[in-house]
Every structure is written in C-alpha cells, then in structure tokens.
C-alpha cells in the first residue's frame, strides 16, 4: 500500500515513477484517505509526463491506455448519505443533497414503491407498482439541480423493489408474482432472470455480482454471476426484506408470520444463515458498507441498531409504523421513513439518535448513496 501511495503522490508532484503502480485493488479513495481532498486522481492523469498515462484524463474510459484502467472506481470524494430519495406511495418522489435535512419534490405523482441511487448520486431508478421503471440522469450539486429529468423504461408490471451498484451500472428489480430482471446499461434496458415467484425484496454488492432477493411466503435466492443463476436457501417464510455488505460477504433477512418473525444473518455471501432470537413484527432490514453496522425495523414498533454485525440488537426511536430504512457506507447516515401518514427521520450518529424531517405522508422508501 504504501509503494502504491508513493506512486500517486509522486505523480500529482508532477514527479518521475519508473512503470505504473500494481493499483488493481486501489481507488481514490485510498488516495484522499492519504493526501486529503485537495488532489485526485484526474489532477495525475492530467499532470503525468510518462507514456504510461495518458496525458488527457477521460471520464468515461480513463483514456485508451491500458495501463490506466488499472485504476478502478473513479470516484469523486462525495461522502456516503449526502444524497437520498424518498418515494411516496401515490405521491411524488423526493430528494435530498444535505443528507436528509431538507427535501424537494420531483417527478409526477405515481404509486412509487422503491428507489435506487448510485455512489456519486448521480443515477437514480424509481419503480412504479402497477406501472414502470423510470431512471433519472440528471445531476447537481443541490437537490434542486438532480433528479428533475426522468425517463420511463420497460413495461407495465408490479414492480416492487429496486437496486443498482456503486456506479449504477448494474441494477436490478424484482417483480410481485412476476421475475427478477437485471440491467447491466443502467438501467435502460432490462433482461428478465429466475422463476417466477412472489418476489419482495432484493440486494446487491456495489459490484453487481452479488445479488440476493426473497420471496414473500417463499425462500432466500442467491446470485453470485450478477443475477445469471440463482440458488435457494433456507424453509419457507414470509420474508420482508434483505440486505448486504459493499461486498455482499455479510447479509441480513428479516421475515414476518402471524405471530412474528426473526432476523437471519450470512457471513459468507449467503451460503449459510443463523437465526438472531428476537422475535418482532420485522419489516424490513439494511446493512452498513463493512457488515458492521445494521438497522431493522419493526412495524409497528421501534427501531433496531447493531454494531457488531448483527450480533447484538438495541432499540431506538418510538413506536411507529416504519415501514423502510435506508444507511450509508460507514453506518453512521440513516434515514427510515413512516407509513401511513407518518414523516421522514433521520440519523447522525448511527441510528442512536433520530430527527424528524419532512411532512406527513404515505411514505413508501428511501434510498441512501453508498
């Protein structure tokens, strides 16, 4: 790591390095964990004068040599939970560029169900129940200036839940009593995969080659070939939501019979799961960027937080009809919203502590940039 850093601080110094750093794994990330936020990588692809960088930086191909797509996951330093979306169930869909504090309204009323939202927060895909997939491009710096351009894709299906990796490139959306079907163009074109069943939740790793999704009264089905094939697990349960790591190694799935239900935890891509022995009326559950952090719901109820991978379960906030929840990279961004005329609410400090945002209304999601 340190070689590779060297390297990069050697190039923004507009300094000679031999050959190109082993940078296979390296984002700039890494570099702004390094230097600060005051250079990137675009400053050393512009800067460079060795032949093995091109001396123009282009951000759709990190220019034509070879050895330049060596870095991956170009990324502004844009942090985690900064930009969200909430859908309301026939209402509009709203956005946020101040991590939850304040919302503006977008698109035409619709009976939205789901939202999705890249790492930079500049794609964004919406569901319609009964309806379509609409994906959205557009994109600023305030929550005045994205989202404002929509564009309807596939066909009219009861489209239920959303979600698309890190650079929105790879999406995926599962149908009720329909298919899964994936996107590997961001959304505008749609390829249908599994069998058909009551699908109603799904989750992918920021990479696109994990995916998970549960049936309501049916199994877990894993996917480790971008949504290709797919591999059932566990009994039949009503299961309610899902939820995975960066990586897609930790997993969680909550489901809800007549008389309650239990969290299930995988620490290994969705291999083998162990059930939590706390038994609520879930209705949903999301996963931090390392597994570390995780946020359950409970309908009506309270909020549930662990930060030791789910391990260990503490309760928050008041009983009320929450319905979904959404959390950044690190855990410590969240925003759950409330059904039935309920509001937005939002957290800082990792689900400890919550906010009252927004108005009262038939909130149906939220989705958070990770």
């Given at each position: 790591m340190r070689s590779r850093i060297l390297a990069i601080l050697l190039l923004v110094s507009n300094l000679t390095w031999a050959q190109v750093p082993d940078t296979e794994n390296f984002s700039l990330q890494d570099v702004i964990n390094e230097i600060g936020t005051g250079n990137s990588l675009r400053d050393a692809f512009q800067n460079a004068n060795q032949n093995n960088f091109n001396s123009t930086y282009n951000s759709t191909t990190y220019a034509p040599d070879s050895s330049l797509l060596r870095f991956r996951d170009y990324k502004e330093n844009i942090e985690s939970g900064k930009y969200q979306i909430a859908a309301i169930w026939n209402g509009k869909l709203y956005a946020s560029s101040d991590f939850g504090d304040t919302w503006i309204a977008k698109e035409n009323s619709r009976q939205w169900r789901d939202v999705a939202i890249s790492r930079d927060g500049k794609y964004r895909t919406a569901v319609v129940q009964g309806g379509h997939i609409y994906t959205s491009e557009d994109f600023g710096s305030t929550a005045d200036d994205f989202a404002n351009v929509w564009t309807q894709r596939e066909s009219v299906r009861d489209w239920f839940r959303v979600v698309m990796s890190s650079d929105g490139e790879k999406q995926a959306a599962v149908v009720k009593n329909g298919y899964i079907y994936v996107s590997s163009n961001k959304g505008v074109t749609w390829e249908q995969k599994a069998t058909s069943q009551n699908w109603y939740g799904i989750s992918m790793s920021?990479?696109?080659?994990?995916?998970?999704?549960?049936?309501?009264?049916?199994?877990?089905?894993?996917?480790?070939?971008?949504?290709?094939?797919?591999?059932?697990?566990?009994?039949?349960?009503?299961?309610?939501?899902?939820?995975?790591?960066?990586?897609?190694?930790?997993?969680?799935?909550?489901?809800?019979?007549?008389?309650?239900?239990?969290?299930?935890?995988?620490?290994?891509?969705?291999?083998?799961?162990?059930?939590?022995?706390?038994?609520?009326?879930?209705?949903?559950?999301?996963?931090?960027?390392?597994?570390?952090?995780?946020?359950?719901?409970?309908?009506?109820?309270?909020?549930?937080?662990?930060?030791?991978?789910?391990?260990?379960?503490?309760?928050?906030q008041s009983n009320r009809q929450w319905v979904n929840n959404a959390i950044s990279e690190n855990g410590k961004y969240q925003t759950a919203v409330v059904y039935y005329g309920g509001k937005i609410y939002t957290s800082k400090n990792f689900g400890n502590n919550w906010t009252e945002r927004a108005f009262g209304a038939y909130w149906a999601n939220v989705a958070i940039n990770r």
């Open positions: 920021n990479d696109g080659k994990y995916i998970s999704a549960v049936e309501y009264s049916g199994k877990i089905h894993v996917s480790s070939d971008f949504g290709d094939t797919w591999t059932a697990k566990l009994s039949n349960k009503r299961w309610y939501g899902i939820s995975m790591s960066n990586d897609g190694k930790y997993q969680a799935a909550v489901h809800k019979e007549p008389g309650g239900g239990y969290i299930y935890i995988s620490n290994n891509y969705g291999e083998n799961w162990t059930k939590k022995n706390l038994l609520k009326n879930w209705t949903n559950i999301e996963v931090g960027g390392t597994g570390q952090y995780m946020t359950a719901l409970v309908r009506p109820g309270q909020i549930y937080i662990s930060s030791d991978f789910g391990n260990n379960w503490t309760a928050k």
